[in-house]
């Protein structure tokens, strides 16, 4: 294994500092204030959203980045299967948690998350990956990644979920965890012609619920899709189609089965497994992502953790996808 010196992030020697000590950090990355300013910036920030005033069904969310930054101080660092090395080769930092100002106004959250994402270090270099929360976090990481981005055409999105969180509105509020994707086609941050949503599944309340994706040109795969259909092949051919465009990442834990990720609010039964949801991650590899969320971890109804360690992983997962794209330059 190469040596520790030459990696672009600065690991704690597990040997020295066993995983079990020490101040959590993401998948113990070292703060974003002690690498920035640097000779290079940061490739990837991550910081927490603890906010989960959006949610329909059960809150609790809203701990969820306490509960991740712990289960992933047992992240290693080179990923087995793409046999890369992510802390060598990308600059990793933990950028502490959005403010939460306005936590009983999800447009307010919204606007100030988003606000404060945008000011991070580096921006047009450093991209973001927000640990939630709810869904409706989602929205203003996107605002902030656009923006920074400082592109002027909407971006493309790959979405993993088991709701499709295109509503207008839910009991008259336009800003809560279902709707982040409709609130951002609507502001051109997103072009739902190459938005795709991955592991869709359950009851739903009419059919009418799928009306504003599918008449949007969403490309939507359910479970039964990929498992038992021609999914896999249509997201192949998505990634095709889509090329070296910039890519979003909106990752919702609960597009998992609740036999294997049992902490979040909006359970579903019949999703993928852990092994499948890892499968699919992989299969991205060669995605221009330039930002990403992983949301709706609730520790309160995880079963020993298992939740929030497997969402510790999915962030892992999605800095690998970008490791392979930078050796690959």
Not at 23 to 37: G, I, K, M, Q, S
Not at 124 to 135: F, I, M
Not at 161 to 188: K, Q
Not at 195 to 224: C, H, Q
Request: charged fraction near 20%; charge should be negative; glycine fraction near 8%.
């Amino acid at each position: 294994m190469t040596h520790m010196a030459t990696w672009k992030t600065q690991l704690p020697n597990s040997r020295v500092q066993p995983r079990f000590a020490g101040h959590a950090t993401f998948c113990r990355y070292p703060r974003l204030e002690d690498v920035a300013p640097a000779s290079h910036p940061v490739d990837w920030a991550l910081y927490g959203c603890p906010y989960d005033g959006g949610v329909s069904y059960r809150s609790g969310a809203r701990f969820g980045p306490r509960a991740i930054r712990e289960a992933s101080q047992y992240v290693k660092g080179h990923h087995l299967v793409h046999d890369v090395a992510v802390p060598q080769i990308l600059s990793l930092a933990d950028a502490g948690d959005a403010p939460i100002s306005h936590p009983y106004s999800c447009e307010e959250t919204a606007q100030s998350i988003a606000e404060w994402a945008i000011a991070l270090p580096d921006a047009g270099a450093t991209k973001l990956l927000a640990v939630g929360g709810d869904h409706s976090i989602a929205l203003p990481n996107i605002r902030a990644t656009h923006q920074r981005l400082g592109v002027q055409e909407p971006i493309a999105l790959i979405h993993f979920d088991a709701h499709l969180d295109t509503l207008d509105t839910l009991w008259g509020e336009r800003f809560s965890h279902a709707s982040p994707f409709r609130r951002a086609i609507e502001e051109r941050l997103i072009d739902p012609a190459r938005m795709i949503s991955i592991g869709i599944r359950g009851p739903i309340n009419t059919s009418a619920d799928l009306d504003y994706a599918r008449d949007n040109g969403v490309t939507i795969i359910t479970y039964e899709d990929w498992r038992w259909s021609d999914g896999a092949q249509r997201i192949a051919a998505f990634l095709k189609r889509l090329g070296d465009d910039p890519a979003h990442l909106s990752f919702d834990i609960d597009c998992v089965d609740p036999a294997f990720a049992p902490g979040t609010g909006t359970l579903a039964p019949g999703g993928f497994t852990s092994p499948e949801i890892l499968h699919v991650l992989r299969s991205l590899a060669g995605a221009h992502l330039v930002g990403a969320e992983v949301v709706e971890v609730l520790p309160d109804r995880d079963v020993s953790g298992v939740t929030a360690f497997l969402a510790a992983h999915v962030c892992f997962e999605i800095l690998a996808l970008d490791a392979i794209r930078a050796m690959q330059r």
